[in-house]
């Protein structure tokens, strides 16, 4: 039996030459490592302030071009290029005030340590105006109203609604300044997220007043904001000091939040006793507090003598209540053993998803639109 014989040679290569090992020594180069320049703190700073002006993504080529162009607003002197704006951004991202998002790009990280604080000194130090034509001209480039524009038409909107609240300047002028962009009519639309993503209460003071109730509706509007319980006592203890003067809505929308927490007297206290006096809302606000103790029957008569106050007054049961009142009114129907408070109940879930076959995918209401069908015989 042959025996085997290993191989001098200690690796082939792929090609099928024999290799021998490294020849010669390693070479060591005596050159002395250079430092890293230092970082310049200040421009950290102002990149992180463009960026706050901005509301958006960005790259390093996108930012350079910023500051070549604006980088006097936020006080930028010297050379703008990818070289200098570079460490900025490596340094925010280190203290992750600024983060990579899955497509590549720099974002801004709201729930990093000093954000508030740099929204308060960029709205109290920088006049952005001159920014609002640039991020224009960018959204005009992005090609209309595409998904690949979403980011550019948020920037303008961030951009203009916020600082145009934040300098104390009205939701008319806002909506005047949009106009002469081409943008009229998109106010409503990035203010449901103005407050929600920059809470400053130490600018309300000097912000317009009836347009801060506005935002403030808004909030409230959405029980599942993070915000709303901050609403709830910005409002309360401005009303209560005597600094702000409610309107009928703001009314409206804080004794239904209040009653909503199980607050109703204290509601009365600070707002009066006639606050939900509106055909199709106070009706409603019983309602509430007729499930608080427990009484759902009761609870169903108020609801049912609600939406006849509604159709008397030509009014649209998804538009006037919160969006949470209207399901706990739908759970108040479905607590029933009759099938007709069931058909109710689904009347109210079309209404609310707007859509007369909803599906699974509406939310809430699609969802419960299913498991009636189901219960009734309607869907398998």
Known sequence: MAKFKPSGLSYITPSGQPWSGPSGSAKVSNKPVQPKPPLDEGRVQQVLDMMLLLSQSTTTA????????????????????????????????????????????????PAAQGYREALLRVYTSVEPEPLWAHLAQRLKAAHGYTWSARPEIAAVGHCVVRAHLWLGRTAEQAEAMLETRGLEG??????????GEAW???????ADPLWLQHLMLITLSQSDEPHYPLAITWLEAEIKAGRLKPQAATCLYLGVALSGDACGAQADT????????????????QALRQMQAGDLVAART???????????????????????????????????????????????????????????????????????????????
């Open 62 to 109: 996108e930012m350079a071009e910023v500051m070549r162009q604006h980088g006097s607003l936020v006080g930028w002197q010297g050379t703008a290029n990818e070289a200098t704006v570079r460490p900025a951004l490596a340094a925010l991202r280190e203290r992750e005030l600024v983060k990579p998002s899955l497509n590549g790009r720099q974002e801004l990280n």
């Open 186 to 195: 998109h106010r409503r639309i990035w203010e449901v997220h103005v407050i």
């Open 200 to 206: 400053l209460p130490e600018l309300m003071s000097q």
């Open 270 to 285: 600070l707002l009066g006793a006639d606050w939900a006096m509106l055909p199709g809302v106070s009706q409603a606000v």
């Open 302 to 380: 108020m609801f049912a003598a609600n939406s006849k106050a509604l159709r008397a007054n030509k009014l649209k049961w998804a538009e006037m209540l919160p969006h949470w009142l209207q399901q706990l009114e739908v759970l108040a129907w479905l607590t029933s053993e009759d099938h007709k408070d069931w058909e109710v109940a689904r009347k109210l879930c079309v209404a609310a998803s707007g859509r007369r076959q909803p599906d699974i995918d509406d939310g809430p209401f699609g969802a419960w639109v299913q498991v009636i069908d189901a219960r009734l015989g309607k869907a398998p």
